[in-house]
């Protein structure tokens, strides 16, 4: 649904308005990662039932005033406007999401981030304001209308499940990597139109937009796969399984995975005028390579993102950001190189990404090597 309502933006607006929502889009994801963290601090930082429901109730009546307000024109739905309530009222949402999960009220965290999607998605078809402010104004909403219906959960909830208990001092082990971890799934799908606000014009932005709808199908398809394969990714690369075949089994489905995506990033180029006119209403016709650069770029991005999500699980969370960092660095390049144009631009970031990939494997390598060495010269 989330996907679907990127669509309808392509679909529905202009080339410019679709950059610059794009662009507030990513702006925006990067402050919302402080929401994922609080979740993720919600699950050690577990709230007595009465302070539950005290949070439940506080933030359901703030969401509520905040959609009366935007919705009577009180509030005037402008993209700054809309980010700083979206944030505002995302921080308690997610806090609240960390709760039922520690409670493991799966049903209710579940059906709270279901009720987000949808409720973003059916305002677009809501004639209450103009076509550009519907964008922008569905995320309060949604968020709003998402926290009310977990503060409804909240009384049906709480004191049916028991918090699961976690040590104040996992939370110090684990809470870098956390941060971490929801850095990168923040900035990396959007590092590219982040850079190409800065490098190309509204119009030229606002294509790029359109296309990054192929490449991020790509994407998002090989995230499940890593969320599904990730334990036994975990456990296959440790050290004391490094050569058992579930090690080779596993290397074997990343490989698999990444194979897939380049097939897929080569396929989506081939059709992408006839999906583009025919299934999603506008016209990609001679932008091939700007599809075949877009989805090869993020696959090598899902390749970062694989490792980093491993590190963090590992407990290694300096050598993820370390990592997050050397892609990262593909920005002041950018911004020095000052490419020309938006093939030009992918084609830097591509090579940037499988450098870094390529410096990152010789480096494991050689760590692995000397582990090895020490382990015999030990035994």
């Known amino acids: 649904m989330h996907y679907l309502y990127q669509v309808i933006g392509a679909r529905r607006l202009s080339a410019v308005e679709y950059g610059e929502l794009n662009a507030w889009m990513a702006y925006l994801s990067l402050c919302l990662a402080a929401g994922t963290v609080l979740q993720f601090v919600s699950n050690f930082k577990v709230l007595t039932d009465r302070g539950f429901r005290t949070l439940a109730t506080l933030s359901s009546a703030a969401a509520v005033l905040v959609g009366v307000l935007i919705l009577s024109g009180v509030i005037p739905v402008t993209p700054l406007v809309a980010g700083i309530t979206t944030i505002a009222l995302s921080l308690p949402f997610y806090t609240l999401i960390g709760q039922f999960q520690a409670r493991q009220a799966f049903v209710a965290m579940g059906f709270g981030l279901f009720v987000l999607a949808l409720t973003k998605l059916s305002l677009l078809f809501l004639p209450v304001m103009a076509t550009a402010e519907q964008f922008y104004a569905a995320f309060p909403l949604a968020t709003g209308m998402a926290t009310v219906v977990l503060g409804i959960f909240t009384l049906t909830t709480v004191g049916r499940a028991?918090?699961?208990?976690?040590?104040?001092?996992?939370?110090?082990?684990?809470?870098?990597?956390?941060?971490?971890?929801?850095?990168?799934?923040?900035?990396?799908?959007?590092?590219?139109?982040?850079?190409?606000?800065?490098?190309?014009?509204?119009?030229?932005?606002?294509?790029?937009?359109r296309v990054s709808l192929f490449s991020k199908a790509v994407f998002f398809g090989a995230i499940t796969l890593l969320q599904i394969s990730l334990p036994?990714?975990?456990?296959?690369?440790?050290?004391?399984?490094?050569?058992?075949?579930?090690?080779?089994?596993?290397?074997?489905?990343?490989?698999?995975?990444?194979?897939?995506?380049?097939?897929?990033?080569?396929?989506?180029?081939?059709?992408?005028?006839?999906?583009?006119?025919?299934?999603?209403?506008?016209?990609?016709?001679?932008?091939?390579?700007?599809?075949?650069l877009s989805c090869l770029s993020l696959t090598a991005l899902y390749g970062h993102l694989q490792r980093l999500q491993t590190r963090v699980a590992r407990g290694e969370w300096r050598q993820a950001a370390a990592g997050l960092a050397a892609v990262g660095a593909i920005t002041p390049i950018a911004w020095i190189a000052a490419p020309a144009s938006v093939p030009v631009y992918l084609q830097l970031a591509l090579a940037s990404y499988l450098a870094v990939e390529v410096v990152e494997r010789v480096l494991d390598r050689l760590k692995s090597r000397s582990g090895s060495i020490a382990r015999t010269s030990a035994s």
């Open 232 to 292: 036994f990714h975990v456990a296959a690369t440790s050290p004391e399984a490094r050569r058992l075949d579930g090690f080779r089994r596993v290397v074997l489905l990343e490989r698999t995975g990444l194979a897939a995506c380049v097939f897929g990033s080569v396929v989506l180029a081939w059709i992408s005028p006839i999906i583009s006119l025919r299934f999603l209403g506008f016209d990609l016709s001679g932008m091939q390579s700007w599809v075949l």
């Open 162 to 209: 028991a918090a699961e208990k976690k040590r104040p001092s996992d939370l110090r082990t684990a809470l870098p990597g956390s941060v971490v971890l929801a850095v990168a799934m923040a900035l990396l799908p959007q590092l590219d139109i982040l850079n190409l606000t800065r490098l190309c014009d509204a119009e030229e932005l606002g294509r790029f937009a």
